[in-house]
């Protein structure tokens, strides 16, 4: 009786040793993107990305700084070993870029007092 169990439990164990493990799920595609355009902080910026069934990935994102121009940073992986390539555009923006003053703490609760924030 004792032979029949271990023949039969080292069976299924050298069963599970046959099947493959893997801890990692195949890659997902997916696609995402978004846009920011606010005239009143002149925030401008931009992004989009795209995978697929194999795991690569390609995309862009934009946004315009306090010098007026805008970057555009496009990338790309193809999952051949070479890793993720990028190239970064500077181009004008035509854009009069609004700089808000430095954030003060104070701020004034009547003529006589100031009230710190901090």
């Known amino acids: 009786m ?3 169990v271990s023949v039969a ?3 299924k164990l050298a069963l599970r040793a046959e099947e493959p493990l893997t ?3 195949p890659p997902k595609p997916y696609n995402f993107g978004f846009e920011v355009r606010d005239d ?3 925030n401008y910026q931009n992004r989009a990305e795209v995978s697929d069934s194999e795991g690569r990935v ?3 994102y934009s946004y315009v700084l306090p010098d007026g121009f805008v970057y555009t940073v496009t990338y790309e992986d193809n999952k051949d070993g070479q890793g993720l390539k990028s190239v970064v555009r500077k181009e004008p923006s ?3 870029v609004i700089i808000p003053p430095p954030f003060s703490s104070r701020i004034a609760v009547d003529s006589q007092k100031s009230v710190f924030l901090n």
């Open 2 to 4: 004792f032979g029949l």
């Open 9 to 11: 439990v080292a069976a």
């Open 23 to 25: 801890t990692t799920q």
């Open 40 to 42: 009143n902080t002149t």
């Open 58 to 60: 390609k995309g862009s």
């Open 94 to 96: 035509g854009i009069d």
